[in-house]
């Protein structure tokens, strides 16, 4: 019985050392998985700046007015054999002016242009003609290695006729995970 | 050509969509989003890597870039992040969990702070953080799983956020979000055993020429996974071999649904037939199926159902059944007779 107890404990000793395991020095209570230190990079995205439309006269019938958003470059520094390449989505608030009714962002679209990569890896891009919910714009497939991806989208707002003059708001978000 | 058209057209009423807040923007190579001329690749953008893995899963490559794990009710795990700025000013970035899905063979991270369960089980410590130019910050990610919390799999991610500064006048504010995936297995005792079928091999042609392979890959397990894989083309005409050629990665399959992964292949490749033999793996897992097919001249040709390349035969259910009541029984009876040795041993001893 004791030399039994003995044998689990040396043997769980030496796991610990094979494995170079290291607690965490922050572990909760209850926290009982041991980490390891990944040596990955890093995945990106580019810092964004506020962007400009330009101004639109109003026309009957309404029309669109379109404008860049700026550069969005991706790269993934990661182990990409491990995962599943990446996905930029997008998404646009209404545009919002003060005190008259918004453009609501079903009347935005979103096309990506050419898409410069490095790397190995192919880039689709989506070209949401919505961009009320998060809707994939850029998907990294078939990587090897460290892959980026340029891209300088430009977005095109429906205006109705009749729209109020005033100055519009809006929030573009880029994501990648 | 419209747009001079309508100007012509034109009402007094003006819709000002902007008024460049250009003077906000944070780094100088990125303030020129006006001009749509392509522009050299930029150092300034914001990084998110995983720090630690659970030493449980170091053989996982999943594991190594998103929160993979299986937890039980009230357990408490913490994972290091890492935020990097590389830009040539100090950014405010903002760290916080969100809810996730997978659509259509897609991860999704949901907009904004749109919670789920698992994502209210997260916390980022520190939540914000001045990262200075060239920096790095880490934070803590813990995730606390309540001991009522219902078994099954969920997703979210942990986004770094950052945006532009805001604008007076009208315009776009832009937000960058970079994010880590959370895929959590909750479930007393082991996790669900991943697993996947490739049920059947398509041969298509693609507007330009090119030869593809479709794949149906079902998710026959209890978690999702993310796929990459390679295809290799055998016995062809003359008897040429090709390959391998990598699968299309960026598929993630949720738990019973099946999509398709393409393959895309080189134009010079002569029509067929071929042996084909595709390999996909998510993570640890790895399976491969058998086929030989023929590339159409345009369009789809018909299905062909694979055949499991590791074993050649795919046994029956009812021969698993039976190996499985045969191993069984082998386990009991070896528990048994390891019983009663050790209480014949124990019987002197306690008398």
């Known amino acids: ?177 | 050509m419209t747009w001079r058209r309508a100007t012509r057209l034109s009402r007094h009423a003006l819709v000002a969509l902007a008024a460049a807040a250009v003077g906000a923007v944070p780094t100088s190579a990125a303030s020129t989003p006006l001009s749509s001329a392509p522009q050299p690749p930029q150092a300034g953008s914001l990084g998110l890597r995983l720090v630690d893995a659970p030493a449980i899963a170091r053989n996982d490559p999943r594991a190594q870039i998103y929160i993979v794990d299986h937890l039980a009710p009230g357990t408490v795990i913490n994972r290091q992040i890492e935020v990097s700025n590389t830009t040539a000013s100090t950014a405010h970035i903002i760290l916080y969990p969100s809810a996730a899905s997978i659509d259509k063979g897609s991860f999704l991270g949901a907009s904004g702070h749109t919670p789920n369960d698992l994502s209210t089980w997260t916390s980022v410590f520190p939540g914000a953080s001045d990262v200075p130019a060239g920096g790095r910050v880490v934070s803590t990610v813990t995730i606390a799983v309540p001991t009522d919390a219902a078994p099954g799999e969920q997703y979210g991610v942990v986004w770094a956020e950052t945006r532009s500064a805001p604008t007076a006048s009208g315009g776009v504010i832009q937000v960058s979000r970079v994010g880590i995936r959370l895929y959590l297995s909750i479930g007393p005792g082991g996790p669900p055993a991943a697993n996947l079928t490739i049920d059947s091999l398509t041969a298509k042609r693609s507007p330009d020429g090119r030869p593809l392979v479709v794949a149906a890959v079902h998710n026959s397990g209890g978690r999702a996974l993310d796929l990459n894989g390679s295809l290799q083309l055998s016995a062809g005409p003359g008897g040429l071999s090709a390959g391998p050629f990598l699968a299309t990665l960026g598929v993630t399959l949720a738990i019973g649904d099946t999509e398709p992964v393409i393959i895309a292949l080189d134009k010079r490749l002569p029509a067929g037939p071929w042996d084909v033999q595709i390999t996909l793996r998510s993570g640890l897992l790895e399976r491969s199926a058998h086929a030989t097919i023929t590339f159409p001249a345009a369009g789809a040709s018909a299905s062909i159902n694979t055949t499991t390349a590791r074993h050649g035969w795919v046994p029956p259910l009812s021969a698993h059944l039976a190996v499985d009541f045969i191993l069984v029984g082998l386990a009991v009876l070896i528990v048994l007779v390891v019983r009663r040795q050790s209480r014949r041993a124990g019987r002197p001893r306690a008398v």
């Open chain 1, 1 to 177: 019985m004791n030399t039994r107890k003995i044998f689990v404990v040396v043997a769980a000793a030496a796991g610990m050392l094979t494995l170079g395991v290291v607690l965490p020095a922050s572990a909760a209570p209850g926290d009982t998985a041991a980490t390891l230190t990944v040596s990955g990079g890093s995945l990106s995205i580019t810092v964004p700046a506020a962007a400009a439309l330009g101004a639109w006269t109003n026309v009957v019938g309404g029309g669109t007015i379109s404008g860049p958003l700026g550069q969005v470059e991706v790269s993934d520094a990661r182990s990409a054999a491990a995962g599943a390449g990446w996905v930029a989505t997008v998404i646009s608030t209404a545009f919002t002016p003060t005190g008259n009714p918004a453009i609501a962002a079903s009347l935005v679209s979103y096309t990506a242009g050419p898409i410069t990569k490095t790397g190995t890896a192919t880039y689709t891009a989506n070209d949401p003609s919505d961009l009320t919910g998060v809707t994939p714009a850029v998907t990294a497939t078939a990587i090897t290695g460290d892959n980026s991806a340029t891209w300088n989208p430009t977005i095109h707002v429906h205006i109705a006729g009749g729209t109020a003059a005033g100055s519009y708001l809006a929030t573009i978000t880029h994501s990648v995970a």
